[in-house]
């Protein structure tokens, strides 16, 4: 089946600094790319849309500087969290849709973990 | 603006009990929906895929069905196992692919 690996797992940084987040479709190409944000004991919320070669879709309340999402090609897209800080510590999850129908489903990686000191 | 809920929040059965878990959307327009289990602290499973022309989907122990007319869709648990013990969330794609906020199953040994 459809694997996307998301790495790192888990990372624990200090205030101030930039991570980095990547995510791979390790057996599709994906055209598609979402990324997720959980806070404890929370559904996830989608952050942005990245199509592969163009520009990332935000949601509404997601500040795209902070955030900063490239989709350079069709197995990894990176999510960067800029100047970092604690508020920012949650459980970071991607996913990928295959190229073809919008009604492909999505896979999805094994999360990251940020924790902001 | 695509809502979906998910009734009920919370469960503990005992082991071996077949279950129902409900999940309800706003907008019927959807492509699918989508059942994922999330292990505490861990990504999530993809359980069962329905497209938006299917009214049910079958795998093992597990059965999902879906009125999109009336915006709902139900999750069955047969034979219930400790091991299904989990947070199972429910997401319908439409423009774009909502979460609900989870029904936290535990089945007790």
């Known amino acids: 089946g459809a694997v996307v690996s998301q790495h790192p797992s888990w990372v624990i940084c200090k205030s101030g600094t930039s991570v980095k987040i990547e995510c791979r479709s390790l057996?599709?190409?994906?055209?598609?790319m979402f990324w997720y944000r959980q806070f404890p004991k929370q559904s996830l919320m989608l952050m942005a849309t990245?199509?592969?070669?163009?520009?990332?879709?935000?949601e509404q309340g997601v500040e795209k500087d902070k955030f900063l999402i490239n989709h350079a090609s069709l197995t990894l897209s990176t999510l960067t969290v800029t100047s970092a800080h604690p508020e920012d510590s949650s459980f970071y999850i991607c996913?990928?849709?295959?190229?073809?129908?919008?009604?492909?489903?999505?896979?999805f990686g094994d999360g990251t973990r940020l924790s902001i000191l | 603006k695509q809502e979906v809920t998910q009734i009920p929040a919370a469960l503990s059965v005992p082991e071996g009990e077949n279950l129902v878990l409900n999940c309800s959307f706003t907008?019927?327009?959807?492509?699918?929906l989508q059942w994922f289990r999330q292990d505490p602290g861990k990504g999530l499973t993809s359980l069962l895929l329905i497209q938006s022309s299917q009214r049910e989907q079958t795998s093992g122990r597990l059965n999902a069905s879906l009125d999109k007319s009336s915006g709902r869709s139900t999750l069955y648990i047969a034979a219930s196992q400790p091991g299904d013990s989990a947070t199972y969330l429910c997401?319908?794609?439409?423009?774009?692919?909502?979460f609900g906020p989870g029904t936290r199953l535990s089945v007790l040994p």
């Open positions: 996913s990928a849709r295959g190229t073809g129908v919008l009604n492909q489903p999505q896979h």
């Open positions: 057996d599709f190409q994906a055209t598609t």
């Open positions: 990245s199509n592969e070669g163009s520009k990332a879709t935000y």
């Open positions: 997401a319908v794609r439409g423009q774009n692919f909502v």
């Open positions: 907008d019927s327009a959807i492509y699918n």
